[in-house]
């Protein structure tokens, strides 16, 4: 089963299996090179194109952006973070005081303080249980993990109620790695005249992206499954939505702002309808050398040809764990798997285990130069798709032992 993603694309140590993308994704080399000839340019900036760079590099994150979305590139805004992005949402949205975003308890926290940002506007922000002992916050130790027999859409369409204008959700969970159905959220909040916003920083690159229609907004960092910098992402929004959001006021988000054939100083503009009417000012170039051909070489490969062989790896991995002290986890996951209830991280629970027992086992995992990661009481394996069956068989041979 050979790597959609050849292994050879980046600067792996041979020591080193990294599955922990979802902190943290490996850059392939291509981005190394495009970053280092724009900043040879840098040191001469005589050789900074106007064409070239400084609108063709963003430009050519903007188009792969969109290829990866089965979006159009104007619709696409380069932020920093996904934080950056929600923030761009939250900010702009017309409030009335009364309104209400609702949400999965337990978010990442970037999909939290840009909402309960809006309580000095009279916005409040809820959060919704998705599963029976579903628990978060300080009690997060004690929650149980999520089951493949879970109804996570039905929990969140049936919270929504007459004053809640926005429903806000990661695509596929942080700490416990459950991928909710977009298309089912999407076509309940569009029945319920509720905008649905989405963080899709931990499916983003490995999860193929289900049809955009009845979403509002799409936010991801560029430094996890999409395997760039930190430093660069993107928002997508719904032209529809985008133009009830404040712009950003930023030189560049409205017209003609690179015509300098007209006076910068003539305010008589309109502001873009495109995505860019959201944007800061000048995208960090470097990260856009870099995002860009990431993002061209994940195209390339397609997330389809990805997500299959992240999900082939971890079959694997779970078939050689039953029988081991993982092995109730190990059901557990590959029934949420064959629900289609899982991205690229496979999510170990504590089970009722010391926190510090997984924390050993990272330890022991990182002497032999194996990288995991744990969160919230999950030990978490995400593969991607330069991962080799190699690479599983090593993970399976330390969690088979390390307990
Ligand atoms: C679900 C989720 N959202 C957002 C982030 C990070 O966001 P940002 O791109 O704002 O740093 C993480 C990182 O761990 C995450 O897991």
Redesign the pocket.
Same mark, same amino acid.
């Given at each position: 089963m050979p790597a959609p993603l050849n292994p050879a694309l980046f600067h792996f140590d041979p020591q080193v299996v990294w599955v922990m993308h979802?902190?943290e994704g490996p850059m392939p080399r291509a981005a190394m090179r495009a970053v280092r000839s724009f900043l040879f340019k840098e040191l001469r900036p005589w050789l900074v194109a106007v064409k070239e760079d400084f609108i063709g590099l963003p430009g050519s994150v903007r188009r792969e952006a969109a290829r990866l979305l089965g979006a159009d590139a104007s619709d696409l805004s380069l932020v920093a !973070? !996904? %934080?950056?992005g929600l923030q761009r949402v939250a900010m702009g949205f017309p409030w009335k005081e009364g309104d209400e975003v609702v949400a999965p308890l337990g978010e $990442?926290p %970037?999909?939290v303080w840009p909402w309960k940002a809006q309580s000095r506007r009279g916005v409040t922000f809820r959060e919704v249980p998705l599963w029976e002992g579903h628990r978060a916050g300080a009690d997060a130790l004690l929650s149980a993990p999520p089951t493949a027999d879970a109804d996570p859409e039905a929990a969140l369409l049936a919270a929504l109620g007459p004053t809640t204008r926005v429903l806000a959700v %990661?695509w596929v969970r $942080?700490q416990d790695g459950l991928k909710l159905d977009l298309r089912r959220l999407a076509e309940g909040c569009t029945a319920k005249g509720v905008a649905l916003v989405v963080?899709g920083?931990?499916g983003a690159g490995t999860v193929p992206v289900p049809s955009l229609e009845g979403i509002a907004a799409f936010a991801t /960092?560029g430094h996890?499954g999409l395997l760039a910098p930190q430093g660069l /992402?993107f928002l997508w929004t719904d032209p529809a939505f985008r133009v009830q959001l404040v712009p950003s006021g930023s030189w560049l988000s409205v017209e003609d702002a690179t015509d300098f054939s007209r006076p910068n100083t003539d305010f008589e503009r309109d502001w873009l309808a495109s995505g860019e009417r959201l944007e800061a000012g000048v995208p960090n170039l470097l990260g856009c050398a870099a995002l860009s051909e990431s993002l061209r070489m994940l195209n390339g490969a397609g997330v389809e040809a990805i997500a299959s062989h992240v999900k082939a790896l971890q079959h694997r991995l779970l078939e050689w764990l039953e029988g081991s002290p993982w092995s109730k986890e190990a059901t557990r996951l590959r029934a949420l798997l064959e629900a289609d209830r899982l991205g690229a991280i496979l999510a170990f629970h504590h089970e009722g285990r010391d926190p510090e027992t997984l924390q050993a086992a990272l330890r022991s995992a990182m002497r032999q130069g194996l990288y995991a990661s744990t969160r919230e009481g999950y030990l978490r394996i995400a593969f991607h798709g330069f991962h080799t069956e190699a690479d599983a068989d090593r993970v399976a041979a330390w969690m088979g032992r390390v307990l």
């Open positions: 979802c902190a !973070t !996904t %934080s950056e $990442f %970037s999909n %990661s $942080f963080d920083i931990q /960092g996890k /992402g």
